[in-house]
């Protein structure tokens, strides 16, 4: 029995702010608080499961649509190098997949994360995705 919910579901029931960038029945997408790089996003699963391994198939089947899908948005926005795509899950227990548009390898350091980040920047990167998901097949993003 959980005590308390986490950060992320806060977050998806609307009582912390995101900056979303999907939303549907099984997942939501938004813009990281203190991304590694911009246009670093989350995508989680609206149940709260602590471990990516306990996910059941279907479920983890369409973080992995979700993601892909995201992760096109994101090029297109961003046009990096590489999109990646990180669970590491040790912050926050609640499954959550980091779609980050990278320049090096070493663009997943932590320690490069902007702790304040600028709420234009933020708003900029969240407008370009969703420009980008829209452009994407004339399908909304479920926000």
Request: glycine share 6%.
């Amino acid at each position: 029995m959980r005590l308390m919910a986490t950060i992320f579901t806060r977050i998806i029931d609307g009582d912390e702010p995101a900056r979303f960038v999907w939303r549907d029945e099984r997942c939501v997408g938004f813009l990281a608080a203190t991304p590694v790089q911009p246009g670093h996003t989350l995508v989680v699963p609206v149940n709260e499961i602590d471990n990516w391994l306990d996910l059941d198939q279907a479920t983890s089947a369409h973080l992995m649509m979700v993601v892909q899908r995201l992760g096109r948005a994101i090029d297109t926005a961003f046009a990096p190098k590489r999109v990646g795509l990180m669970i590491a899950g040790f912050d926050v227990p609640h499954v959550h997949l980091h779609v980050v548009p990278l320049e090096t390898p070493y663009d997943f350091d932590y320690d490069r994360q902007v702790m304040d980040p600028e709420p234009r920047e933020l708003d900029t990167a969240q407008a370009r995705i969703l420009r980008a998901l829209e452009s994407s097949n004339g399908e909304g993003n479920g926000t």
